[in-house]
């Protein structure tokens, strides 16, 4: 686990479209996400999920499985303890400056700048954030850090 920048005693989880595609598809790391979403629930806390990471996991997933599956997770999804939140202009100038700095998706920056607004956590697997490792806190869904 990185435990640099944004790390709390309690810091908000940030969910990656990466995590919850591991998540549904049970890929390496599943059950990890599954006991931190319990964990999550048990508190009457929510995770964060931003539009933008929401619209990623949707087509990957209607990629893979067609759009009937797609559908049926995004019900599943709304069952999870995952608040959505909106992108506002502010949102979108920050994830264009990260994608600007860095070697990274333009929907990861916008997991990226939630994560630095709001200090939090990112829970995923995907190599792409090896870049930012030094700017948001990361926890890795597999024993080593991807890359």
Same mark, same amino acid.
């Given at each position: 686990m990185n435990t640099k920048p944004n790390e709390t005693t309690n810091p908000k989880v940030i969910l990656d479209s990466f995590a919850l595609v591991s998540l549904f598809h049970r =890929? %390496?790391?599943?059950?990890?996400v599954q006991r931190i979403l319990r964990q999550i629930s048990a508190t009457g =806390?929510?995770?964060?999920?931003?539009?933008?990471?929401?619209g990623e996991f949707y087509y990957i997933v209607r990629r893979r499985?067609?759009?009937?599956?797609? =559908? *049926?997770?995004?019900?599943?999804l %709304?069952?999870?303890?995952? *608040?959505?939140?909106?992108? !506002?202009d502010d949102l979108v100038k920050e994830a264009? %400056?990260?994608?600007? !700095?860095?070697?990274?998706?333009y929907a990861d920056a916008f997991c990226i700048a939630v994560a630095m607004r709001v200090k939090g956590r990112i829970i995923t697997n995907d190599? *792409?954030?090896r870049a930012?490792? !030094?700017?948001?806190?990361?926890?890795?869904?597999?024993?080593?850090?991807?890359?």
């Open positions: =890929e %390496e790391g599943w059950e990890q =806390e929510k995770a964060l999920l931003c539009r933008i990471n929401w499985v067609g759009k009937r599956k797609a =559908e *049926e997770a995004l019900a599943l %709304e069952q999870l303890p995952v *608040e959505i939140l909106s992108v !506002d264009a %400056e990260i994608k600007a !700095d860095h070697a990274v998706a190599p *792409e954030f930012v490792q !030094d700017r948001v806190c990361i926890l890795w869904l597999s024993e080593q850090a991807p890359g």
